[in-house]
């Protein structure tokens, strides 16, 4: 009968290391996917953190330039403004000498056509 005990023993024992082989590398195998998971995770994750920080950089970037160019813009339209300001002047002011000009050929006019109107009359009386 010890013969048989040892035999079961041996048995159960070789049997149980066989399980403990084959438990043994299902884990290994499933701890080398999970390590190679979270590598790629990691991987991933740093890429993430590059690319947002380098997207914000540039965000940030455009919106200086949004910030300049709107008030580049300003600064143009402020500028044509002043510039119509003052082609608004210029022709006022040509308008207004164009004015005072004819008035003064007017009265020109108007005074040698009075001084032609004397003279006739005075021929006329004379005569």
Known sequence: M???????MDIFFV??????LVVGTFVVLIFY?????VRDIHEITSVVRRESKELAEQVHEVGTDIKEGVHDVRENVASGVKTAKRYSKSITGAAIVRGIAELIKA???????????RTKRRRKKTS
């Not at 010890?2 to 079961?8: H, I, N, P």
């Not at 049997?15 to 403990?20: E, G, K, N, R, Y």
């Not at 009265?107 to 109107?117: D, L, N, W």
């Open 15 to 20: 049997v149980t290391t066989l399980v403990v």
């Open 107 to 117: 009265f020109t006019e108007e005074k040698e056509e009075s001084t032609a109107r």
């Open 33 to 37: 996917y999970l390590l190679r998971i």
């Open 2 to 8: 010890e013969t048989d005990a040892f035999l079961k």
